[in-house]
């Protein structure tokens, strides 16, 4: 199993930016797809983000799509998601998530390993 830790979270006002970093430890980072989601209190955690072992299909929430791009260095085992023009709605946890499987999962449950969570908070 591959371990994630998360960074990069933090307070930033709306219509700012902040770029989220995963690093895997563990077992060969580029055999897993990488996903981001996001949880607000009380609700489910959501998909936000994913990516495929080449970097080649990047599939997004509707919401943030022109906004967030994540990325991926196999070199570094890091995944990346930079986030532009924040909304206070973007405020929440967001996890780092990794499964073996081929395809991109949009669902969490298709996922197997999760870091423990980054705070990002946006004021208005």
């Known amino acids: 199993q591959v371990q994630l830790v998360e960074s990069g979270g933090g307070l930033v006002q709306a219509g700012g930016s902040l770029r989220l970093s995963c690093a895997a430890s563990g077992r060969t980072f580029s055999s897993y797809v990488m996903g981001w989601f996001r949880q607000v209190p009380g609700k489910e955690r959501e998909f936000v983000a994913a990516?495929?072992?080449?970097?080649?299909?990047?599939p997004y929430l509707e919401s943030v799509k022109g906004r967030f791009t994540i990325s991926r260095d196999n070199a570094k085992s890091t995944v990346y998601l930079q986030m532009n023009s924040l909304k206070p709605e973007d405020t929440a946890v967001y996890y780092c998530?990794?499964?073996?499987?081929?395809?991109?999962?949009?669902?969490?449950?298709?996922?197997?390993?999760w870091g423990q969570g980054t705070q990002v908070t946006v004021s208005s």
């Open positions: 998530a990794a499964t073996t499987r081929t395809l991109v999962p949009l669902s969490r449950q298709s996922y197997d390993s």
């Open positions: 990516i495929s072992r080449t970097g080649s299909n990047t």
